[in-house]
């Protein structure tokens, strides 16, 4: 299986990549930035150049001809402003779906946040933020050629993960490991009966390969 994720370098991406890289998968991350590349080698992951806030859908759609999943995790980061919210956080998500789409991809995972919503309200980054995060995630909803899955973490934290978590509809807020976020989307791209499904993840008392499971089986 070949898994290629937008926003290679980030620290959930690297984190997924070393999964899915002992898992045996071939693993491809997007990245803007070619002195990058050997964080993702050694975490097992081909680098690929490409900025997705320049780069036409015909281009990453080539990049990703022949994945069989796709993962969006980039961001534009802390202390980015507006406008990057815009074109990072939105924009390349959306063209980052509707590359997959039109290449084919069938299995897709979005990185989303928790409280992510269009209709938002505000004029703080953050509520920029929060309403980019929604429009693309209501973007990927309308894409029928994807088996998608939309995955909204709580509080992140570099804090070692216990590989405990809570995963529903709703959970509400609380903290999460980026270890466990990133152990929660290894076990999402194996399990597309959770296609359609849009899951809040904090950190909780249940593993999260049952926490996985017990949500394909709704």
């Not at 509809?169 to 194996?190: C, H, I, K, M, S």
Request: contains cysteine; hydrophobic residues 45%.
């Amino acid at each position: 299986m070949r898994i290629v994720i937008a926003g290679g370098h980030g620290r959930i991406a690297l984190r997924l990549e070393r999964l899915l890289a002992a898992r045996g998968y071939e693993v491809a991350g997007i990245i803007r930035d070619l002195e990058q590349g050997d964080d993702l080698r050694e975490a097992g992951a081909e680098p690929v150049l490409c900025d997705l806030e320049s780069a036409s859908v015909e281009h990453v759609a080539g990049i990703l001809q022949g994945a069989d999943a796709a993962v969006f995790a980039a961001g534009a980061g802390p202390g980015s402003g507006s406008a990057r919210k815009d074109t990072v956080d939105r924009g390349a998500a959306v063209l980052f779906a509707d590359a997959a789409e039109r290449a084919r991809v069938r299995r897709f995972l979005m990185v989303s946040t928790m409280g992510a919503d269009a209709r938002h309200g505000g004029d703080e980054v953050f509520d920029v933020y929060l309403r980019a995060k929604g429009e693309a995630d209501d973007h990927l909803r309308t894409r029928l050629g994807l088996e998608w899955t939309i995955l909204r973490p709580g509080i992140l934290s570099d804090d070692p993960g216990a590989g405990l978590v809570r995963l529903e509809a709703r959970t509400g807020r609380g903290p999460v490991t980026r270890d466990d976020v990133a152990a929660v989307l290894a076990e999402l791209v194996e399990t597309p009966a959770t296609a359609g499904l849009t899951l809040e993840l904090v950190s909780g008392s249940t593993p999260v390969a049952v926490a996985v499971k017990d949500m394909a089986g709704n």
